[in-house]
């Protein structure tokens, strides 16, 4: 069973980035999207983008167009989210999430971004 | 403001039937599939339907998803005290080329 592991909490001053990690164990990586999806302490769930690793093609939601940057690393069934800019508003939970039948199946354990 | 509206809470008895609403519009709801979300406190979110109405393997025949039109429905019958969670419901936007989930609804049992 493919299992998605986060890289651990960060603490960032604001206007700086942000590089968090996403690794796949247990299953096929490349073949299935790998979307980030956040959550403001108290908040609901926001989905920020994602990245076919076998195709190499990242889409992003509008909001963060310009300071989101998602990649993949086929030889280490690695996802990378990389967000720049930050303020205070981006303190949140971050989660990596699979896409299988239009629909987030397998969530990492999520990664807290502290901006302060 | 979410683009997929749910109520913010809900609440039953153990054993008690309880309904949760979400509702968009044609460009989300109307034309792609739903997934429904179970977040217990302190741990990631948890597939419990997919496609409107299917349930993965291991998710209790309890929940059942439906759809109609632009609005769907998650359904807990037989409640119990550890489905007390938060519950969203997430489409595809076509208009916005993005995922959006409902704000979320926080489920008691009382």
């Known amino acids: 069973q493919v299992q998605l592991v986060q890289s651990g909490a960060e603490v960032k001053k604001p206007g700086s980035s942000v590089k968090v990690s996403c690794k796949a164990s247990?299953?096929?990586?490349?073949?299935?999207?790998i979307n980030w999806v956040r959550q403001a302490p108290g908040q609901g769930l926001e989905w920020m983008g994602r990245i076919i690793p076998i195709l190499d093609i990242a889409n992003y939601a509008q909001k963060f167009q310009g300071r989101v940057t998602i990649t993949a690393d086929k030889s280490t069934s690695t996802a990378y989210l990389e967000l720049s800019s930050l303020r205070s508003e981006d303190t949140a939970l971050y989660y990596c999430?699979?896409?299988?039948?239009?629909?987030?199946?397998?969530w990492g354990q999520g990664t807290m971004v502290t901006v302060s | 403001q979410s683009v997929l509206t749910q109520p913010p809470s809900a609440s039953g008895t153990p054993g008690q039937r309880v309904t949760i609403s979400c509702s968009g519009s044609s460009s989300n709801i109307g034309s792609n599939p739903v997934s429904w979300y179970q977040q217990l406190p302190g741990t990631a979110p948890k597939l419990l339907i997919y496609t409107d109405n299917q349930r993965p393997s291991g998710v209790p025949d309890r929940f059942s998803g439906s759809k109609s039109g632009t609005s769907v429905s998650l359904a807990i019958s037989g409640l119990q005290s550890e489905d007390e969670a938060d519950y969203y419901c997430a489409s595809w936007d076509d208009s916005l080329n993005a995922v959006v989930f409902g704000g979320g609804t926080k489920l008691t049992v009382l």
């Open positions: 999430a699979r896409t299988t039948s239009r629909s987030f199946d397998i």
């Open positions: 247990g299953g096929t990586f490349s073949s299935f999207p």
